[in-house]
C-alpha cells in the first residue's frame, strides 16, 4: 500500500475508536467483550450441533454452519483490535495490518452476502419445487455453491486490495474508527481515488445489487407459492421455513447499506461508529440466535448434545 515516493509516507494509522467516550470506556470494553465472547460460543456451538446431529446434515444446516463459521472469521477481524485499543494510550495499526484487516474483512462480508443468497434458493427449491427438492439441491451442488461463495468473496477483495496498493499515504494518519474502513482510506490517501472508487461501484453492483435482486426474486415466487397452499396452516408452516433467514437477510443488508452510506463521505461521527458495531459485531451474534429461537430441530439436538457431552 505504501510505495516509499519519499520520506513523508506513513508506515503505520492511528485508530481513534472509542477515545472520545472517556467515561465510556470501560462500560464498552466490557458489552464489547461479553457480545464478541457470546458470537464466538453461539456460532461454535451451532456449528457442533449441526456437525453432530444427523438429523441436521440437510442443504439447509449446510449453508448455516457455514454463514456460522463465516460470522465467526467475520467478527474476529474487527472485534479484538478494537477490544486491544481500549487499553492503549494510542492504538496504531500498520500500514500493511490495516490492508490485511480490510482484506479479511471484505472476504467474510462478500462470502456471507453469497451464502445468503445460495440459502434463499435452498428455500426457493424447498417451497417452490418439494417433490424435486433432493434431487435439485444434491449434496455436489450445494459444496460447490458455499465453494462458489468462498472463491467469490476472495475474488472481490483480491481485486479491492490490489487497488488499494496503488494508493499513496504521505499524512495526515488518524482514522476515525475502531478499524480499517475503505472510507476512510480514501479520505486519507494523497493520490487519485477513482480507480478503487470504480472498483468498490462494481463489487457493489456485483455482491449487493445481484445477490439483492437474486434474493427478492427467489422470495417473491416463495410468497407465490405459498399463497397457493389451501391450507392456512401449511402457509404458515411453509412461511417458517424461511422466517429466520428473510430476519437475517433483512439486518444484513439494511444495516450494511445505512453504514455504509453514512460513511460515504468519509466522517465517521459517533453514532456511525456504533452502526459499525452493530453490522460487524451485533449481527453475528444475532444470527445463531435467530435461525435457533424457533426452530425446534435445533432445540431438539442442543438438548441432545447438552446431555450427551455436557457442553454448549
Given at each position: 500500500m505504501v510505495r516509499g515516493r519519499n520520506a513523508t509516507d506513513i508506515t503505520q494509522f492511528i485508530l481513534l475508536g472509542f477515545s472520545d467516550l472517556p467515561r465510556l470506556l470501560t462500560v464498552l470494553f466490557i458489552v464489547f467483550l461479553l457480545i464478541y465472547i457470546t458470537t464466538l460460543t453461539w456460532n461454535l456451538c451451532l456449528i457442533i450441533i449441526i456437525r453432530m446431529d444427523s438429523h441436521l446434515h440437510t442443504p439447509m444446516y449446510f449453508f448455516l454452519s457455514n454463514l456460522s463459521f463465516i460470522d465467526m472469521c467475520y467478527v474476529t477481524t474487527t472485534a479484538p483490535k478494537m477490544l486491544s485499543g481500549f487499553f492503549e494510550e494510542q492504538s496504531t495499526i500498520t500500514?500493511?495490518?490495516?490492508?490485511?484487516?480490510?482484506?479479511?474483512?471484505?472476504?467474510?462480508?462478500?462470502?456471507?452476502?453469497?451464502?445468503?443468497?445460495?440459502?434463499?434458493?435452498?428455500?426457493?427449491?424447498?417451497?417452490?419445487?418439494?417433490?424435486?427438492?433432493?434431487?435439485?439441491?444434491?449434496?455436489?451442488?450445494?459444496?460447490?455453491?458455499?465453494?462458489?461463495?468462498?472463491?467469490?468473496?476472495?475474488?472481490?477483495?483480491?481485486?479491492?486490495?490490489?487497488?488499494?496498493?496503488?494508493?499513496?499515504?504521505?499524512?495526515?494518519?488518524?482514522?476515525?474508527?475502531?478499524?480499517?474502513?475503505?472510507?476512510?482510506?480514501?479520505?486519507?490517501?494523497?493520490?487519485?481515488?477513482?480507480?478503487?472508487?470504480?472498483?468498490?461501484?462494481?463489487?457493489?453492483?456485483?455482491?449487493?445489487?445481484?445477490?439483492?435482486?437474486?434474493?427478492?426474486?427467489?422470495?417473491?415466487?416463495?410468497?407465490?407459492?405459498?399463497?397457493?397452499?389451501?391450507?392456512?396452516?401449511?402457509?404458515?408452516?411453509?412461511?417458517?421455513?424461511?422466517?429466520?433467514?428473510?430476519?437475517?437477510?433483512?439486518?444484513?443488508?439494511t444495516s450494511g447499506i445505512f453504514v455504509y452510506l453514512s460513511s460515504s463521505t468519509g466522517s465517521s461521527s459517533t453514532l456511525d461508529r456504533f452502526a459499525s458495531v452493530f453490522y460487524t459485531v451485533l449481527i453475528p451474534m444475532l444470527n445463531p440466535l435467530i435461525y435457533s429461537l424457533r426452530n425446534r430441530q435445533i432445540k431438539d439436538a442442543f438438548k441432545k448434545l447438552s446431555k450427551k457431552r455436557g457442553y454448549c
Amino acid at each position: 500500500m505504501v510505495r516509499g515516493r519519499n520520506a513523508t509516507d506513513i508506515t503505520q494509522f492511528i485508530l481513534l475508536g472509542f477515545s472520545d467516550l472517556p467515561r465510556l470506556l470501560t462500560v464498552l470494553f466490557i458489552v464489547f467483550l461479553l457480545i464478541y465472547i457470546t458470537t464466538l460460543t453461539w456460532n461454535l456451538c451451532l456449528i457442533i450441533i449441526i456437525r453432530m446431529d444427523s438429523h441436521l446434515h440437510t442443504p439447509m444446516y449446510f449453508f448455516l454452519s457455514n454463514l456460522s463459521f463465516i460470522d465467526m472469521c467475520y467478527v474476529t477481524t474487527t472485534a479484538p483490535k478494537m477490544l486491544s485499543g481500549f487499553f492503549e494510550e494510542q492504538s496504531t495499526i500498520t500500514v500493511m495490518g490495516c490492508a490485511v484487516q480490510n482484506f479479511v474483512f471484505s472476504v467474510m462480508g462478500l462470502s456471507e452476502s453469497c451464502v445468503m443468497t445460495a440459502m434463499a434458493y435452498d428455500r426457493y427449491a424447498a417451497i417452490c419445487n418439494p417433490l424435486l427438492y433432493s434431487s435439485i439441491m444434491s449434496p455436489t451442488l450445494c459444496g460447490w455453491m458455499v465453494l462458489g461463495s468462498y472463491m467469490a468473496g476472495i475474488s472481490g477483495s483480491v481485486s479491492q486490495l490490489c487497488a488499494m496498493f496503488q494508493l499513496h499515504f504521505c499524512g495526515p494518519n488518524i482514522i476515525n474508527h475502531f478499524f480499517c474502513d475503505i472510507p476512510q482510506l480514501l479520505l486519507l490517501s494523497c493520490t487519485d481515488t477513482f480507480f478503487i472508487q470504480l472498483i468498490l461501484a462494481i463489487l457493489t453492483m456485483i455482491f449487493g445489487v445481484t445477490n439483492v435482486s437474486l434474493i427478492v426474486i427467489s422470495y417473491i415466487n416463495i410468497v407465490l407459492s405459498i399463497l397457493k397452499i389451501s391450507s392456512a396452516k401449511g402457509r404458515v408452516k411453509a412461511f417458517n421455513t424461511c422466517a429466520s433467514h428473510l430476519t437475517a437477510v433483512t439486518l444484513f443488508y439494511t444495516s450494511g447499506i445505512f453504514v455504509y452510506l453514512s460513511s460515504s463521505t468519509g466522517s465517521s461521527s459517533t453514532l456511525d461508529r456504533f452502526a459499525s458495531v452493530f453490522y460487524t459485531v451485533l449481527i453475528p451474534m444475532l444470527n445463531p440466535l435467530i435461525y435457533s429461537l424457533r426452530n425446534r430441530q435445533i432445540k431438539d439436538a442442543f438438548k441432545k448434545l447438552s446431555k450427551k457431552r455436557g457442553y454448549c
